[in-house]
């Protein structure tokens, strides 16, 4: 059955998608540019912003969390960690009564450099949402969460056999 509804219905979904597509394209042309004038690569600069955030919350990282955190191994972990503290964006601190086990810090560098490139960005966006009515800002909340629950959800595809 085709209809007004169904064309309304299909338009807005269309619009919605399209516009979050548009907003996924900004976002990561902006951690493109993050990126490249903090000389980090992709994986580089979320392992700073982990760190950073957890430094907010009080929480301590391990080596471990990173590699679960990136989804990467552990050898590739250890270079990417190496590459950070040799650029000065962390350090590894030993862990108070564990001498074999380190926890992760970001530097003052880090914490410098990300918010003198995402600061402007991230005032924008909070003026955005403080002057998005409540009614507004749940219907993103929950659109958002339902759309990270589909991506969530979709399981890798089976590899090939050869």
Same mark, same amino acid.
């Given at each position: 059955m085709t209809g007004f509804f169904y064309d309304d219905e299909r338009q807005r979904t269309t619009s919605a998608l399209e516009a979050l597509r548009l907003y996924q394209a900004a976002e990561a042309a902006m951690r493109r540019r993050t990126r490249e004038s903090m000389?980090?690569?992709?994986n580089e600069l979320l392992v700073v912003r982990q760190l950073l955030r957890a430094q907010r919350r009080g929480l301590q990282v391990k080596p471990g969390d990173v590699a679960k955190? !990136?989804?990467?191994s552990t050898a590739s972990t250890t270079s990417? !960690?190496?590459?950070l503290e040799s650029s000065g964006y962390l350090r590894r601190v030993p862990h108070p009564s564990d001498r074999r086990s380190v926890y992760l810090e970001p530097t003052e560098r880090a914490d410098e450099e990300v918010r003198a490139t995402l600061a402007?960005?991230?005032d924008r966006m909070h003026d955005v949402a403080a002057n998005t009515t409540p009614e507004a800002t749940a219907a993103v909340i929950d659109f958002l969460t339902r759309m990270q629950e589909a991506v969530d959800s979709v399981a890798p595809a089976a590899s090939l056999q050869r």
């Open positions: 000389s980090m690569g992709e955190y !990136l989804g990467i990417l !960690l190496d590459r402007a960005m991230h």
